[in-house]
């Protein structure tokens, strides 16, 4: 089946210092990835959607110059989280479209990256 | 705002069948319906979908009312390794794409 990879899928650094998380498709095309947030005992929020060729679309209250997007290839989306602070800790996932497939199809998730601030 | 509303969480008894229900009350006509389920700090994992017609396949079946204001997921003989948090999505396939996740059921399998 259809493979959405994560990288990485730990990481822990100092408040300040910018993150940056890679989602791959392996064995489809791309043209469009989500970008997803996880606290603890919560569910899954959408941040974003990562456009091959074009500006990541953000939802309502997510800081586009906090989370900076780009998706540069039909098979890879970077989110990278700008000057980070303990708040910023949290369960990141993504999610991939094959854009060879019918509407109707489910997209495929990540295994996520859990970010640590210090 | 996420369309669908489960309960919060379920018991099952390991070798029984488990049933998770779904309301989607609002759900438009060209909406499809898609299950997912998230084991512990792992995304989550695709089980089944659909528009209208009942579904089956190797892992699960899904039934969804004629009225589709509401659907059920089946997993026919639960085993330990299905205790996961189980989520419904509503989606139309055009457009944006977008997953509005809900809160989910957490489904704990019992030996």
């Known amino acids: 089946g259809a493979v959405v990879s994560q990288h990485p899928s730990r990481v822990i650094c100092k408040s300040g210092t910018s993150v940056k998380i890679e989602c791959r498709s392996l064995?489809?095309?791309?043209?469009?990835m989500f970008w997803y947030r996880q606290f603890p005992k919560q569910s899954l929020m959408l941040m974003a959607t990562s456009n091959e060729g074009s500006k990541a679309t953000y939802e309502q209250g997510v800081e586009k110059d906090k989370f900076l997007i780009n998706h540069a290839s039909l098979t890879l989306s970077t989110l990278t989280v700008t000057s980070a602070h303990p708040e910023d800790s949290s369960f990141y996932i993504c999610?991939?479209?094959?854009?060879?497939?019918?509407?109707?199809?489910?997209?495929?998730f990540g295994d996520g990256t859990r970010l640590s601030i210090l | 705002d996420a369309k669908t509303t489960q309960p919060t969480s379920m018991d099952c008894a390991e070798g029984r069948a488990a049933n998770l229900p779904c309301n989607h009350s609002?759900?438009?006509?060209?909406?499809?319906v898609y299950w997912y389920r998230q084991i512990h700090s792992q995304g989550p994992q695709y089980i089944i979908h659909?528009?209208?017609n009942n579904e089956t396949n190797e892992m699960a079946s899904l039934i969804i009312t004629e009225d589709r204001k509401s659907s059920t997921l089946i997993l026919p003989h639960a085993t330990l390794r299905d205790t996961a948090v189980y989520y419904c999505i509503v989606m139309v396939p055009s457009g944006t794409y977008k997953y509005i996740f809900g809160t989910g059921t957490r489904l704990k399998v019992l030996a």
């Open positions: 609002t759900i438009s006509g060209n909406e499809y």
């Open positions: 659909g528009l209208k």
């Open positions: 999610s991939a479209r094959d854009r060879g497939g019918a509407g109707n199809q489910p997209q495929h």
């Open positions: 064995d489809f095309q791309a043209t469009t």
